[in-house]
Every structure is written in C-alpha cells, then in structure tokens.
C-alpha cells in the first residue's frame, strides 16, 4: 500500500463531512406551504451533528406544517451555529428543551452511545 493511497480513504471522508445541503430555489417551494387544515408540528433536534444539522434543515425547508423550535447539543458552539442557521432557539442541555411547552415532536440525532437521551426522551 503506498502512503497516496492510505491517505485517498481519509480526503474522502472528510470532504462528505463538509457537503453543504441543497436548499430548493424559491419558484419550486411552492408545494412547502403549509395546509391550514392540518396543525403545526414544532419540532425539536437533539444533537447539532452532521447528522443533526440535516434534519434540522429538512425540517426548516422541506417539511409543510412543521417548525424548528430548538436545537440542543452538548456543544455550545454547534448548538448555536445551527440554531442560526435554521431560526430557532439552541439549548446547551437537552432536558431544557424537553421542558418547553411549545414541543410537539423531537428527532434524536445524538451520538448511538447515548443512550439516555433517549429515554429522557421517551419518559
């Protein structure tokens, strides 16, 4: 195996990581808009991951009758940045998001090892 090839595996990781999402040109969101026949879901992110940061993006752009309300992650910064991004609140500790009475629904992207947070969740 020669050093090039050993390091081709990892450039290719990372560059899937930095993927930005696609976000739909304004003239072909129309089917986005919400029916006012059905309620609004408002919807929480635990964990503003990658894999976090593209539910929340899903849920803020391609979800009819769906609200991002709170993006929740370990990390201060991420929490924040995603929060920015999609227009919501972030929260540093999960449990307070949790405890907001606007919460309707929540995706749980945290780590597989962390399994509390889905109990919380649950409970």
């Known amino acids: ?3 090039a090839s050993a390091q081709a595996p990892r450039a290719r990781r990372s560059s899937l990581r930095m993927q930005k999402t696609d976000v739909l040109p304004e003239e072909n969101l129309s089917f986005l808009k919400p029916d006012s026949s059905k309620k609004v879901i408002r919807i929480g992110v635990v964990g503003a991951g990658r894999i976090g940061q593209v539910h929340a993006t899903n849920i803020t752009f ?6 991002l309300v709170g993006v929740s992650s370990g990390s201060r ?12 609140r972030p929260y540093t500790d ?3 998001m949790l405890e907001n009475p606007d919460l ?3 995706c749980i ?3 597989s090892n ?10």
């Open 62 to 67: 391609r979800l009819k009758n769906a609200v």
């Open 77 to 88: 910064e991420l929490a924040e940045r995603c929060s920015l991004d999609h227009g919501c």
């Open 114 to 123: 962390q399994v509390r947070v889905a109990c919380a969740v649950c409970e």
């Open 94 to 96: 999960y449990d307070q």
């Open 104 to 106: 309707d629904a929540v």
């Open 1 to 3: 195996m020669t050093a």
């Open 109 to 111: 992207c945290s780590a």
